[in-house]
């Protein structure tokens, strides 16, 4: 079953998100699809964060296999010491 990770944040230290950015790409596996991102998204109801990221891997087990990768690991700080908000993961719906 198809798992997605719903990130929602405000870039606190746009130097460390910077560097964070530009090593990320290379932690992405061929199967993981970014299905959204939005730097202004429209709040509707309530408010949340600046940012919205929803990334989509084919399993929770992928998802969780990427997040406590070794490469993704050297890098998370970066993400963590640059950003307020969340991390999110869901079990996409019909599929």
Request: hydrophobic share 40%; net charge negative.
């Amino acid at each position: 079953m198809a798992y997605l990770l719903v990130l929602n944040y405000d870039i606190v230290d746009p130097e460390k998100f910077a560097e964070y950015a530009r090593q990320s790409p290379a932690t992405v596996p061929a199967t993981m699809k970014v299905l959204a991102f939005d730097r202004e998204p429209q709040d509707l109801e309530g408010s949340s964060r600046r940012c919205l990221t929803i990334v989509e891997f084919p399993s929770k087990e992928d998802a969780m296999r990427w997040y406590e990768s070794d490469a993704y690991r050297a890098i998370r700080a970066l993400r963590l010491n640059s950003t307020e908000g969340f991390l999110r993961g869901l079990q996409r719906m019909g599929s």
